[in-house]
């Protein structure tokens, strides 16, 4: 069974630029969820899609937003970056039931200069 | 807001022996809780999941559960130098988001 899949594995941008993150999660689950962890720093919730709707999104500001299109997969944008935007940009998927475990992809390193 | 809590560490151990790590947390109707391990710069990776009270073996590790005392364990036998990496609390909020703690950092010393 492939696990959840995200690209590019690294992404370098200067400041004020965008950023398009993607993630394909494992076949079978519908919930797409996105976590920032910055150097040394822990997960930070991001945004949680289900069925294609945005359920949850976490203490950001909104030049960070996403979608989950009809097969799941499910896509990050952050617009005007800024240098403190560079971390490790985590999604992770899950069954969509309440207890279901998260499971992560390798995330996408993104570096902004 | 529901939190996990966790010691930052570093935990070191010899090989061989037991690495105790814990986790407490706020929200006493939590129903569900999941260790993770992560290598540095690397993701966090499933290693064990408790929903009941009492402890659940899976090989070489070993999750406990309090509900009573708000207390989650993970204890790790025979840990291996391999085993070297920060360890991930976990457990669901009701906006159905994984709230993690900080993690505790192993160090296995051979």
């Known amino acids: 069974e492939a696990g959840v899949t995200q690209s590019p594995t690294h992404l370098i941008k200067t400041r004020g630029q965008q950023a398009t993150l993607r993630c394909s999660p494992i076949?079978?689950?519908?919930?797409v969820y996105w976590y920032q962890q910055a150097l040394g720093l822990g997960l930070q919730f991001l945004l949680w899609?289900?069925?294609?709707?945005?359920?949850n999104r976490g203490n950001f500001p909104p030049r960070f937003s996403g979608r989950q299109f009809p097969n799941y997969s499910s896509e990050l944008n952050v617009n005007a970056l800024e240098l403190e935007d560079s971390a490790l940009y985590l999604c992770?998927?899950?069954?969509?039931?309440?207890?279901?475990?998260?499971?992560f992809g390798n995330g996408t390193r993104l570096t902004v200069t | 807001q529901k939190e996990v809590e966790q010691n930052s560490g570093p935990l070191s151990v010899p090989e061989g022996a037991i690495a105790s790590l814990n986790c407490t947390y706020s929200?006493?109707?939590?129903?569900?809780f999941f260790w993770y391990r992560q290598y540095s710069g690397k993701s966090p990776e499933l290693i064990m999941f408790?929903?009941?009270?009492g402890d659940k073996e899976d090989g070489r590790f070993t999750a406990q559960l309090n509900k009573a005392s708000q207390y989650v364990s993970l204890l790790i036998r025979d840990s291996q130098p391999s085993d070297s990496a920060t360890y991930l609390c976990?457990?669901?909020?009701?906006?159905?988001?994984?709230?993690f703690g900080q993690g505790t950092e192993l160090s296995v010393k051979p």
């Open positions: 076949s079978g689950h519908t919930s």
């Open positions: 929200d006493r109707g939590s129903q569900s």
């Open positions: 976990a457990s669901p909020d009701q906006g159905g988001k994984l709230i």
């Open positions: 408790i929903y009941s009270n």
């Open positions: 899609y289900d069925e294609g709707e945005e359920r």
């Open positions: 992770a998927s899950s069954q969509g039931q309440n207890n279901s475990p998260l499971h």
